[in-house]
């Protein structure tokens, strides 16, 4: 046991003398090619590492070239800096090592508590065992949409879990174009095909049009197919727009179509007051997908379902062999009845300690920083001269392009276009770069709340001298 201390204190250091070195690091650099080589193409060694050179190694050739999400200059994809008492408890967590499909055991009944949290945090309606945790909000999705299949072939007098498809009425789902690739990865997973994905029209600004989704429904109905699923984005990736999800929950009551909140990245922003009613109709819909890793600082691994109706998720998923029978009279059976897998890692304790270290006080105040952050950031960018508010800042993503006077927009598409990779290969800060309206745009995502006044000036001055000219390393 003292092996196993000595280990493990020293990986605490590790990892504390990483987070505590972060700001007097590059954000990002590139690996090293013959560290790639070392670290894909090394064998199995014949004989164990001692701990000091398994931790050396560990330091050397791993956290000294990290993706970069812990630096507050952090602005890529939606990737958090983990909390401290996320970390503790993803270490314990690995420790007891339990599987939590089910059983009589202490992280069956956490997972409960924490989805009841989440569930409280976002304002939806929640009764024990409406929700489960995953890996992430991209399994959330497949299990959502695969108990929205089942109920509507179940309606339609088609038992999709023993006929399967073949023969099954054809379904459409609607979503804008604007919606996360997860949910067209689940409707091809399902068996339910990208053509009848339908693409609704957005207004103009990337929030779903009700009306238009009214229209699509009726010509669908009218052609004989069978409508069945509509998703809401409550954050898009690009711009963090939220659709107006109360619309959307009215269409689907009318035509009986399951409502999907993808709220991934950026439900939690409910929890800052300012933005609070731009999510009016969330505690509507019959599913949200959520991500504890992202905007809730839990270590990555970690998503979550939340539903209106708990029975539709079992018969959608429950099959029961012999040597998995509960005896335990629990009325809501095993999480493994509720989704896909089977053997479950022991998700809740990191998400229970990442929100009980802040409370819910503490979890809105680190919220609010962010999009207290972005608004900020949308107003230094309309003040400057060198650049353009692409798309209303809605949550914690700011849209912008590279547009100074003097240049054409064919010129500053150009240089936009390129412009997020220059930036990263300068060090100072990490921004990625998208599609908005056709044009190439620069995408902040603020999800750290340690980000500050300073580090929203240097992203604005870093891409202004990437924009200049070539880039600069640190690393």
Same mark, same amino acid.
């Given at each position: 046991?003292?092996?196993?201390?000595?280990?493990?204190?020293?990986?605490?250091?590790?990892?504390?003398?990483?987070?505590?070195?972060?700001?007097?690091?590059?954000?990002?650099?590139?690996?090293?090619?013959?560290?790639?080589?070392?670290?894909?193409?090394?064998?199995?060694?014949?004989?164990?590492?001692?701990?000091?050179?398994?931790?050396?190694?560990?330091?050397?050739?791993?956290?000294?070239?990290?993706?970069?999400?812990?630096?507050?200059?952090?602005?890529?994809?939606?990737?958090?800096?983990?909390?401290?008492?996320?970390?503790?408890?993803?270490?314990?967590?690995?420790?007891?090592?339990?599987?939590?499909?089910?059983?009589?055991?202490?992280?069956?009944?956490?997972?409960?508590?924490?989805?009841?949290?989440? &569930?409280?945090?976002?304002? *939806?309606?929640?009764?024990?065992? /409406? $929700?489960?945790? !995953?890996? #992430? @909000?991209?399994?959330?999705?497949?299990?959502?949409?695969?108990?929205?299949?089942?109920?509507?072939?179940?309606?339609?007098?088609?038992?999709?879990?023993?006929?399967?498809?073949?023969?099954?009425?054809?379904?459409?789902?609607?979503?804008?174009?604007?919606?996360?690739?997860?949910?067209?990865?689940?409707?091809?997973?399902?068996?339910?095909?990208?053509?009848?994905?339908?693409?609704?029209?957005?207004?103009?600004?990337?929030?779903?049009?009700?009306?238009?989704?009214?229209?699509?429904?009726?010509?669908?109905?009218? &052609?004989?197919?069978?409508? *069945?699923?509509?998703?809401?984005? /409550? $954050?898009?990736? !690009?711009? #963090? @727009?939220?659709?107006?999800?109360?619309?959307?929950?009215?269409?689907?009551?009318?035509?009986?179509?399951?409502?999907?909140?993808?709220?991934?990245?950026?439900?939690?922003?409910?929890?800052?007051?300012?933005?609070?009613?731009?999510?009016?109709?969330?505690?509507?819909?019959?599913?949200?997908?959520?991500?504890?890793?992202?905007?809730?600082?839990?270590?990555?691994?970690?998503?979550?379902?939340?539903?209106?109706?708990?029975?539709?998720?079992?018969?959608?998923?429950?099959?029961?062999?012999?040597?998995?029978?509960?005896?335990?009279?629990?009325?809501?059976?095993?999480?493994?009845?509720? $989704?896909?897998?089977?053997?479950?890692?022991?998700?809740?304790?990191?998400?229970?300690?990442?929100?009980?270290?802040?409370?819910?006080?503490?979890?809105?105040?680190?919220?609010?920083?962010?999009?207290?952050?972005?608004?900020?950031?949308?107003?230094?960018?309309?003040?400057?001269?060198?650049?353009?508010?692409?798309?209303?800042?809605?949550?914690?993503?700011?849209?912008?392009?590279?547009?100074?006077?003097?240049?054409?927009?064919?010129?500053?598409?150009?240089?936009?276009?390129?412009?997020?990779?220059?930036?990263?290969?300068?060090?100072?800060?990490?921004?990625?770069?998208?599609?908005?309206?056709?044009?190439?745009?620069?995408?902040?995502?603020?999800?750290?709340?340690?980000?500050?006044?300073?580090?929203?000036?240097?992203?604005?001055?870093?891409?202004?001298?990437?924009?200049?000219?070539?880039?600069?390393?640190?690393?």
């Amino acid at each position: 046991m003292n092996d196993m201390l000595d280990l493990l204190e020293s990986a605490a250091r590790s990892a504390t003398g990483y987070l505590d070195g972060l700001r007097d690091e590059p954000v990002w650099r590139a690996t090293p090619a013959a560290l790639r080589a070392e670290l894909a193409d090394q064998g199995l060694p014949d004989s164990g590492l001692d701990q000091a050179e398994l931790l050396e190694r560990i330091e050397r050739q791993v956290l000294a070239y990290p993706m970069g999400n812990g630096h507050p200059a952090f602005f890529g994809w939606v990737n958090a800096a983990p909390h401290p008492a996320g970390i503790a408890g993803a270490l314990l967590a690995a420790a007891v090592n339990p599987s939590s499909a089910g059983g009589d055991h202490a992280d069956v009944y956490l997972e409960r508590a924490v989805v009841r949290w989440i &569930a409280e945090l976002v304002g *939806f309606p929640h009764e024990p065992g /409406a $929700g489960l945790l !995953t890996s #992430g @909000a991209s399994m959330a999705t497949i299990v959502a949409i695969g108990a929205a299949r089942q109920r509507a072939l179940a309606r339609a007098g088609w038992d999709v879990r023993e006929r399967g498809l073949a023969g099954a009425p054809r379904l459409t789902a609607y979503a804008t174009a604007e919606v996360h690739s997860c949910v067209g990865k689940a409707i091809e997973l399902l068996g339910i095909g990208r053509a009848n994905l339908r693409v609704v029209a957005d207004d103009g600004a990337g929030h779903l049009d009700p009306a238009a989704l009214r229209a699509v429904i009726a010509a669908d109905r009218a &052609a004989g197919v069978l409508p *069945f699923l509509a998703v809401g984005s /409550a $954050g898009t990736v !690009t711009t #963090g @727009a939220v659709d107006p999800l109360r619309e959307i929950a009215s269409a689907c009551a009318e035509s009986g179509l399951w409502f999907h909140v993808d709220g991934a990245y950026g439900a939690f922003g409910v929890l800052d007051a300012v933005i609070a009613h731009r999510y009016a109709g969330i505690e509507l819909a019959d599913s949200v997908a959520l991500d504890p890793h992202k905007w809730l600082q839990v270590p990555a691994g970690v998503g979550c379902l939340l539903v209106r109706d708990r029975g539709q998720l079992r018969e959608s998923f429950s099959l029961v062999p012999p040597y998995l029978r509960d005896e335990s009279g629990d009325p809501l059976g095993w999480y493994s009845e509720y $989704g896909i897998e089977q053997t479950r890692p022991f998700r809740a304790l990191p998400v229970w300690a990442a929100l009980a270290a802040r409370g819910r006080d503490g979890v809105a105040a680190d919220i609010t920083a962010c999009t207290s952050a972005a608004r900020l950031l949308d107003e230094l960018v309309a003040k400057d001269a060198d650049f353009e508010v692409a798309a209303e800042t809605e949550v914690s993503i700011v849209a912008f392009r590279y547009r100074p006077a003097g240049i054409d927009d064919a010129e500053a598409d150009r240089i936009t276009r390129g412009l997020a990779t220059a930036i990263q290969a300068r060090g100072k800060v990490f921004v990625t770069d998208s599609v908005f309206g056709g044009r190439p745009v620069l995408r902040a995502c603020l999800i750290n709340p340690a980000v500050g006044e300073a580090e929203l000036r240097l992203l604005l001055d870093e891409a202004r001298a990437a924009a200049a000219g070539p880039a600069t390393s640190r690393g």
